[in-house]
């Protein structure tokens, strides 16, 4: 990589972010474009939000990624948000664009694109099931309601009542219904019966927790329920394990990742960037990692 003095500042920001892949997939997009960027990682202390935010105007970066856990927290600190990231509740994208900052949530993209484009669902599901209700869940839950396919989104979660508050929300936003239960043995095997599609958003199975999974008996999945796994550390997880054995299609988070970060690398210079190269920029550092 050439940095020169001419080169926009790109990054993240988060905490903690050391562990952050994105340095490595929009790098290798900016090396293999050869266009005149470069991305770093910034760790940013919940209480200095606002002093990073400031200092991107003043230093002129020209986007960051806003990882966990500030993606709520920075919304307050901008000057637009985007119709997206406010209906989510989350901005995972900050662009300097005319003196001005702009919020955008980029992981509903991310996971809708990956779900068509790599788990083959050109048409969603008319029931699809979401583990868990933390921020992913709110990009996802707000992405697959959005759709005119879907007609109704389960919310299972350990605490009921965080899948409760945002299925209140959603069903507002989207006018579909969202039920909500907990993570239990049989309202995963009543809500799975009908389902044709599964996002797990825990973070259950991330690396270093390899054996943990949200799935509590795998009688309960069926040959014709697609799994996408929100989790891309390690890049097979135990549930995809799990689906895959009883002859049920399952696809781990990395395109989601992949696809949510070229989102923002091309609202921040125009550019759509290769997403094999990203990809394999982060395949590499996970193989190396584990
Ligand atoms: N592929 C991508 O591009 C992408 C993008 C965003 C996020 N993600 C992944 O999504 C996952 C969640 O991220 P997030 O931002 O949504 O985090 P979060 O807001 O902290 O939510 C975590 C979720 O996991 C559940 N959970 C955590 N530990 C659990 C346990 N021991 N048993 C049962 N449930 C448990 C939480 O349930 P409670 O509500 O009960 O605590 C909550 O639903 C992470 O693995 C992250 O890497 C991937």
Not at 31 to 43: P, R
Not at 128 to 144: E, K, N, P, Q, W
Not at 196 to 220: E, F, I
Request: net charge neutral; hydrophobic share 45%; aromatic share 6%.
């Amino acid at each position: 990589m050439n940095i020169r003095a001419t080169s926009r500042v790109l990054g993240v920001i988060g905490d903690p972010v050391a562990h952050s892949f994105s340095p490595d997939m929009h790098n290798a997009a900016i090396a293999a474009l050869d266009v005149d960027y470069c991305y770093v990682a910034f760790h940013v202390l919940p209480d200095r939000i606002a002093e990073a935010i400031h200092g991107m105007r003043g230093l002129n970066i020209r986007g960051l990624n806003v990882t966990i856990p500030h993606k709520l927290a920075v919304m307050e600190h901008l000057d637009r948000i985007s119709e997206e990231a406010s209906a989510v509740g989350a901005v995972n994208t900050i662009s300097h664009e005319d003196g001005a900052l702009v919020g955008y949530n980029t992981d509903v993209y991310g996971i809708l694109t990956a779900l068509r484009e790599i788990a083959g669902l050109k048409t969603l599901p008319a029931q699809c099931v979401v583990l868990g209700a933390g921020g992913a869940a709110r990009a996802v839950t707000y992405a697959l309601g959005m759709q005119d396919a879907v007609q109704r989104v389960t919310l299972l979660n350990r605490t009921v009542a965080r899948a409760e508050a945002l299925a209140g929300d959603m069903e507002k936003i989207t006018g579909k219904t969202i039920a909500v239960g907990p993570l239990d043995a049989e309202t995963q095997r009543r809500s799975f019966a009908d389902a044709g599609a599964v996002v797990n958003t825990t973070s259950l199975g991330m690396y270093p927790k390899v054996n943990a999974s949200p799935l509590v008996d795998v009688r309960a999945v069926h040959p014709g329920l697609v799994l996408c796994d929100t989790v891309f550390n390690p890049l097979e997880t135990q549930l995809m394990r799990a689906f895959k054995s009883v002859g049920a299609p399952a696809f781990g988070g990395l395109d989601m990742l992949v696809f949510q970060g070229a989102r923002s690398f091309a609202i921040w210079t125009g550019v759509e960037p290769p997403t094999d190269v990203m990809k394999n920029a982060v395949v590499k550092r996970v193989r190396r990692e584990a």
